[in-house]
């Protein structure tokens, strides 16, 4: 797919800061109208990703595309941005603050679109406030509409939905929702591996500065995709792994215990074994959840006495 | 370019459109002339308690005299505080009587000395607060060959006014009891004494002949006017409250846009020469309106006053050359330590090598006014953080500064501030997408050092 077929398309980029490197030979491609998935442990390169897209930094190797530039001194007026929390002035009134972040897009004459989406999200009565005035939910929908007031053909959004309650939180899913059905192009970076699963047309998971994964979430789930076996034990009983067969590794998700089998094969000489240590609650052949994958790919390299060496010396 | 203009009229709104700006315009001039307007009107809010001095006269003749005198300048400070009274009758009734409201009363007492236990029962009541002070007048004091000494006894006898008014009236007759015993006439004493007339002049100019007149030679006389002498320094303070009030909230917009992650949205959106040049200019913008309105108000005053002459207006255009590249220059420097810290706590010792090169001037204006050409003058004319309030302060002392002095201070000026708003919008960039900080100006310097290795657009 060329850049034009693309949001965005990064080829072989790479950052450094001094010997280090922050993003290594990686490639990306958006489709347009997606809604693309950007997970990774903090300090993985996320952010400095983000930061080239935005043009902030310049990649030192590679080509980044956004919507089919390759440079420029700042992010293209067709680009906005929401970053994690925070990105408002506190001591400006709301209606100040989303026209001025408009205009700095080249949008003008805002005022209309900032009713809309003020009454889109239930914000109009608020319109006259100073922003340290409003909770961090409000002002978390205030500065999404500041990211999205310009319509811009590529929005980025990082954690959008930290602070909100159950229902703003609903409310603002749909606005991104909706936002890809008109055709908008969303990079949305996030911890919440739920959220990620749910809404992302592709995920792309990028740790200590390399593309670990990049693809939709059947695709990942069959890269990813050992049978996996999730059981417990009645009364809490954490099942010995040790005395079970045919176990690759072994993850603690309480009150499950996952179990990574060598071979679909095993589940019946297994479940023996279980019923052998207690009763059996709960026995399930599952898909890997983007949690598990994410954790098995960022977890910390296991200490002699954990898990993973505990299952391997079974 | 029209982004430059947003992020400008943002930034001169957030400046000028809060009430602390309001409050902050108010309170400079208060906090800096404020003992000025504010001590004469403390003085009439305290004034107005009677004194009581008892004058044991020794001599027998001052005594009397005193109370007469005293009793005059009751009268005068009764008549000169009545709103009906003219303004000169003020200004005479005050050179009588002294900056003080409080009249005196004086008790004349029968006895020609005291003992010690009577000074010690005075002194008590001093304490006390029933009695303000006591004089002894010896009865020699009219005998030329006499040392003897008045004693004047309070508890504030060093600063107390009423002191250094009743020494000048006790002088005064004393002589004219001396030469009387001397025989001297004391008309032709005074003459003999009369001091030397001795006119400050400034140089000669030919004046322009004006219809049908001649050209003429005159030379302006001057006389040690504490206005004249102030006029300069009024101008400095000018010059430094408006370098402040547009300084400081630079300090503070370039923390909120750290701490508030807004930076990353504006670099998002604009160049970051784009967005220190929109700073800068609402910044600049906003100095203009503060110098329009401390103008105008100080212009207010002096008119009240008839003092409109002192105002140099061909200053006005030297004021705002460096007015500007002042704000332009400590602006960026506000810039670049708000966006290398956390917290105020860290900018203060940054700030502070900062704020003594900013008061440099005020430390040494006394000397600059005296001698505007000397070198001290000359050379913090030349030095950039001084230079906008030592060239104002010496163009306004009306004294001939050659004008290559001001140009060059100017162009000196400039060219530092070239360099610091270049260094500011690198730091900015750098720092402000930073997590850590800079607490010494030694990590400051160092990063300014290493700006061009780390790898930022620009």
């Not at chain 2, 004219?176 to 001795?198: M, T, Y």
């Not at chain 2, 002095?405 to 720092?431: D, E, F, H, N």
Request: glycine residues 6%; contains cysteine.
């Amino acid at each position: 797919m060329g850049s034009d077929a693309s949001a965005v398309l990064l080829e072989g980029v790479t950052k450094k800061f001094g010997a280090q490197k922050a993003v290594n030979s990686v490639d990306l491609q958006i489709p347009h109208g997606s809604i693309q998935g950007i997970i990774g442990p903090n300090g993985s390169g996320k952010t400095t990703t983000i930061r080239m897209l935005l043009r902030i930094f310049k990649p030192d190797a590679g080509v980044v595309h956004v919507l089919g530039r390759t440079s420029g001194d700042a992010a293209d007026d067709r680009v906005g941005y929401l970053p994690e929390e925070r990105g408002l002035y506190l001591r400006m009134k709301v209606r100040d603050v989303l026209r001025f972040f408009a205009q700095l897009k080249g949008n003008s004459r805002p005022d209309k679109a900032i009713d809309r989406w003020l009454e889109r999200l239930g914000a109009t009565d608020w319109s006259h406030k100073k922003l340290e005035q409003l909770s961090k939910g409000m002002a978390q929908k205030i500065q999404f509409i500041a990211a999205v007031v310009s319509q811009p053909e590529l929005v980025i959004l990082d954690e959008p939905f930290s602070g909100l309650d159950p229902v703003n939180l609903d409310l603002l899913r749909q606005a991104v929702l909706d936002l890809r059905k008109e055709g908008t192009t969303v990079l949305l970076s996030t911890h919440d591996m739920d959220v990620a699963e749910r809404m992302c047309d592709r995920i792309f998971m990028i740790y200590k500065g390399n593309k670990v994964l990049d693809g939709t979430m059947e695709e990942i789930q069959s890269q990813y995709g050992e049978p996996v076996l999730r059981v417990r034990l009645a009364g809490n009983i954490v099942p010995d792994v040790s005395r079970l067969p045919d176990i690759e590794s072994w993850v603690d998700c309480s009150p499950y215990t996952e179990l990574r089998m060598k071979s679909l094969g095993a589940r019946s000489s297994i479940l023996r074994a279980l019923m052998e240590q207690g009763d059996v609650e709960h026995f399930e052949t599952a898909r890997p959840r983007l949690h598990d994958i994410f954790v098995r790919i960022a977890k910390p390299s296991p200490e002699p006495t954990s898990n993973e060496q505990g299952a391997d010396r079974s | 370019m029209s982004k430059i203009w947003v992020i400008a009229r943002r930034e001169f709104m957030a400046m000028v459109g809060t009430r602390a700006f309001l409050a902050t315009l108010l309170i400079m001039p208060v906090m800096l002339f404020g003992s000025l307007i504010i001590m004469p009107t403390l003085n009439k809010i305290s004034g107005g308690r009677e004194r009581i001095i008892r004058v044991v006269d020794g001599t027998g003749r001052v005594g009397p005299q005193l109370v007469t005198m005293a009793e005059e300048r009751n009268k005068l400070l009764k008549e000169s505080q009545s709103e009906s009274s003219q303004k000169d009758a003020k200004e005479s009734a005050r050179e009588m009587t002294g900056m003080t409201t409080d009249p005196y009363r004086l008790e004349l007492q029968e006895s020609k000395s005291l003992d010690d236990t009577a000074r010690l029962g005075w002194s008590d009541e001093i304490r006390t607060g029933s009695l303000y002070a006591f004089v002894e007048i010896p009865e020699s004091l009219f005998d030329p060959a006499s040392t003897d000494t008045v004693r004047f006894v309070s508890q504030d006898a060093v600063l107390s006014e009423a002191r250094q008014w009743m020494q000048a009236i006790v002088d005064s007759i004393v002589r004219q009891e001396r030469f009387k015993v001397l025989g001297l006439e004391s008309e032709k004493v005074q003459l003999a004494n009369r001091p030397v007339s001795f006119a400050p002049t400034s140089p000669y100019e030919r004046t322009n002949a004006g219809e049908g007149g001649e050209a003429s030679v005159k030379a302006k006389e001057e006389g040690f006017d504490l206005a004249t002498f102030f006029a300069p320094f009024g101008m400095m303070m000018l010059m430094f409250m408006v370098i402040f009030l547009a300084a400081q909230p630079m300090l503070e917009s370039a923390m909120e846009e750290k701490s508030q992650r807004i930076s990353e949205v504006l670099l998002g959106s604009v160049s970051p020469t784009q967005l220190l040049t929109g700073k800068l200019i609402g910044n600049v913008a906003a100095s203009l309106l503060v110098f329009a309105l401390y103008a105008a108000g100080a212009y207010a005053f002096l008119v009240q006053r008839n003092m409109q002459h002192l105002v140099p207006m061909s200053l006005v255009p030297w004021f705002l050359v460096f007015q500007i590249l002042g704000v332009l220059f400590f602006s960026s420097i506000f810039i670049m330590i708000g966006a290398s810290v956390r917290d105020l706590k860290e900018a203060q010792s940054l700030l502070l090598p900062v704020w003594l090169f900013m008061m440099l001037p005020m430390m040494v204006w006394f000397i600059a006014v005296r001698d505007p050409l000397g070198p001290v003058a000359m050379a913090l004319a030349m030095f950039p953080p001084s230079a906008p309030m030592m060239n104002v302060l010496r163009l306004g002392t009306g004294v001939t500064i050659p004008i290559w002095q001001p140009i060059l201070g100017a162009i000196l000026l400039a060219v530092a501030t070239a360099m610091v708003i270049w260094v500011a919008g690198r730091i900015y960039k750098m720092s402000m997408l930073r997590s850590d900080s800079v607490k010494t100006l030694g990590q400051l310097l160092a990063r300014i050092m290493s700006v061009s290795t780390q790898g930022y657009t620009k």
